[in-house]
């Protein structure tokens, strides 16, 4: 038997393959694929206040080797989330985690005060790269005194621990981690989308109707570990890894670099049960090496 189990501090995870924000619906969509119960935790797709519709269509493009979506964050809003998903989703014993969005920082705020009511969120993912109408649409994750803000206030806010999530779009992802650790933030999870466009050269139109959108799968995978690698090593806080897992073998390579866990997105669009099968592969290389325990590996990486 090999123990999958990881400690991220705040809370213990049956193994480190959690679903991530937006690719796994409210997370009961994909019970008729896998069994829920099997992964280490679900992120639910990020939510604001209120319902919203997100951007009109074409909003989402295949590239070589990903994905640009410009969803623009569709969602039920927190009361239709609280009081028709969350009764259901919290009888599973997997992690719930709320991806917590804002067009301004009072919203993150009441979004976190009106789930601190209900029971069955393990933690709150703070999505700091939702446009801030305060700032002309600069987003959080790009500054890092609005990251250290506005974690602070976060933290204050909640009666649960608080992960924020970085944007790999900056020039020095190191000192948006630090500002996130310095604002209280009990992790860091990255990397959020990469910035981007498609154009359609018969039209000569953006393939989206929001010219630009976010790259997510393989492509991004060697920028997400440079980054993890960069994070891990400069935070005391526990770094969730994200970009491009398609694989047991990915995933590893994010935990060796010193990921605690690791986050699957783009992957679950082609395989529902990506997560699971992502948990399986891991736990063969681990019998196949002879590591009892996943968590040592973890952050072993040899300079
Ligand atoms: C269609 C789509 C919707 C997403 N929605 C959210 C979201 O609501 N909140 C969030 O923080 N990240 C969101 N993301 C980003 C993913 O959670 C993840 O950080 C990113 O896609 C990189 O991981 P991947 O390469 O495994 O997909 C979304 C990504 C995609 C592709």
């Not at 639910?44 to 994905?67: C, D, H, M």
């Not at 679950?268 to 049960?273: C, T, W």
Request: glycine share 10%.
């Amino acid at each position: 038997m090999v123990d999958l189990s990881v400690d991220l501090g705040f809370l213990k995870l049956r193994n480190p393959v959690l679903a991530a924000s937006g690719t796994f619906g409210y997370g009961l969509e994909f019970a008729p694929f896998l069994d829920l119960n099997a992964i280490g935790g679900i992120v639910v797709k990020g939510l604001y206040f209120g319902p919203r519709e997100g951007n009109p269509p074409p909003r989402l493009v295949e590239t070589a080797s990903g994905l640009i979506n410009a969803i623009g964050l569709p969602g039920v809003g927190v009361e239709k989330f609280a009081k028709e998903t969350l009764p259901h989703l919290r009888k599973h014993q997997t992690a719930v985690l709320v991806n917590v969005c804002g067009a301004s920082d009072e919203e993150y705020i009441r979004v976190i005060e009106h789930l601190d009511r209900h029971q069955g969120i393990a933690a709150y993912e703070l999505n700091i790269s939702c446009p801030n109408v305060e700032k002309n649409g600069v987003c959080p994750a790009l500054n890092s005194d609005h990251t250290f803000s506005l974690v602070k206030m976060a933290k204050q806010a909640s009666r649960l621990p608080i992960i924020a999530k970085l944007s790999p779009n900056v020039t020095d992802i190191v000192e948006i981690a630090n500002a996130a650790e310095e604002g209280g933030a009990d992790g860091v999870s990255l990397i959020n989308t990469v910035l981007a466009m498609a154009v359609d050269i018969e039209t000569r139109r953006p393939k989206l109707s929001n010219i630009f959108g976010g790259l997510s799968g393989p492509a991004i995978k060697p920028i997400a570990l440079r980054m993890v690698y960069q994070v891990a090593s400069a935070v005391k806080i526990p770094v969730i890894g994200i970009g491009g897992i398609m694989s047991g073998a990915d995933a590893l390579e994010f935990l060796i670099a010193g990921a605690r866990a690791v986050e699957v997105g783009t992957a679950n669009f082609i395989d529902p049960a990506a997560t699971l099968r992502i948990v399986g592969e891991i736990e063969d290389f681990c019998r196949a090496n002879s590591h009892d325990r996943i968590a040592d590996l973890i952050g072993t990486l040899k300079i």
